[in-house]
């Protein structure tokens, strides 16, 4: 890919500053003060859309990985080269990117200043990376984007070695079971199947087949009667639907303030918080989830696919969901109310 084709995504940080949760807490929790705190939009270019596969331990059939939080993103310990630190699980982002701030000294190749949604978004560049490893999993001689990502650990205070998205698990089969804090990664043949036959089978509530684009994973959902595309992204920390939507749509959604967008750029936009009430996956309407409205063109353009909106956090926290890329399924096993 030439770098006059460079892509962007958008990745929703909410400044409230929150601590980084240890993945033995069963719970997530969702405080009031985050979803009133004001969103920054950044613009990461992601050039690689390479798939990777692992170096897995041969006497297992699959891990299990800790996912700390730092507010309402999903955190892993990892190691990178020399560096040890966190990588964000950024499904949104279409390959590995990192951090320039520890990998300014590596030899890289190609650079832009591309502009992003709401400015300049900084230098991109690319470097050669000998290990990265997280859990029992290790991948060797990986590409990697280089930008700068210093405004994520200045709003989470913690070290952000950079973001990982499905481009280094797609030959894997993904559960998210994020009520829990653990990202599951098991192994699979060639026809998606798993290879220890002894292992339960996911059991969903609803099955969707994934319409992706590359490493990026699309959802079909419904809002007044009417069928969206949303990007499904779990490092976007709340729900987005996009501004110039349906009316019939729109007004389904309950507003409850504005707040400026603040990009990595020196300019900024107004968007609009509000609570999406009628949202419905499969015969399963999931109502009164966070979501901010804003214009998505960009990420539209981005992704080369027109996208009326983005799932996320509070879309994660409503069930245990499952992907599995050889067979194009999208799984979930939604939680069930508690009785009182």
């Known amino acids: 890919m030439q770098l006059g084709q460079l892509k962007y995504r958008i990745l929703f940080i909410l400044l409230a500053i929150a601590p980084v949760i240890s993945a033995s807490s069963s719970s997530l929790k969702t405080a009031e003060s985050e979803l009133t705190s004001t969103p920054v939009t950044y613009s990461i270019p992601s050039l690689q859309t390479n798939i990777y596969t692992p170096d897995f331990n041969l006497n297992a059939d699959s891990v299990v990985i800790p996912l700390k939080r730092a507010g309402r993103l999903f955190l892993i310990d990892a190691n990178v080269g020399e560096e040890t630190g966190n990588l964000v699980f950024d499904s949104g982002a279409n390959g590995l990117v990192l951090n320039s701030t520890y990998f300014r000294n ?52 913690v070290k952000i070695l950079g973001l990982i998205g499905f481009s280094m698990m797609r030959k894997l089969e993904i559960v998210i079971d994020a009520k829990n804090n653990q990202l599951k990664l098991f192994r699979i043949d060639k026809d998606g199947n798993r290879l220890n036959n002894s292992l339960s089978k996911f059991k969903a509530d609803y099955t969707q087949k994934i319409e992706g684009n590359k490493n990026i994973l699309f959802l079909k959902g419904i809002i007044s009667g009417k069928t969206l595309n949303f990007c499904f992204d779990t490092g976007c920390e709340t729900n987005v639907i996009c501004s110039d939507c349906n009316r019939s749509i729109m007004n389904t959604l309950t507003i409850t303030g504005r707040s400026g967008l603040t990009g990595a750029g020196s300019a900024g936009s107004e968007v609009l918080f509000g609570r999406m009430n009628d949202f419905t996956i499969g015969n399963k309407q999931i109502p009164n989830m966070d979501t901010v409205i804003t214009n ?45």
């Open 296 to 340: 998505l063109d960009a990420l539209s353009e981005s992704y080369g696919t027109k996208i009326d909106g983005m799932l996320g956090y509070n879309f994660l926290e409503q069930g245990i969901i499952s992907i599995n890329f050889v067979k194009r399924e999208f799984g979930i096993r939604f939680i069930k109310a508690e009785k009182s």
């Open 106 to 157: 590596h030899v890289k190749s190609g650079g832009s200043t591309p502009t992003g949604v709401t400015g300049a978004v900084g230098a991109v560049e690319q470097i050669f990376v000998k290990q990265i490893g997280f859990a029992e999993l290790s991948y060797k001689n990986i590409m990697a984007d280089v930008t700068n990502l210093g405004h994520i650990e200045n709003r989470r205070g």
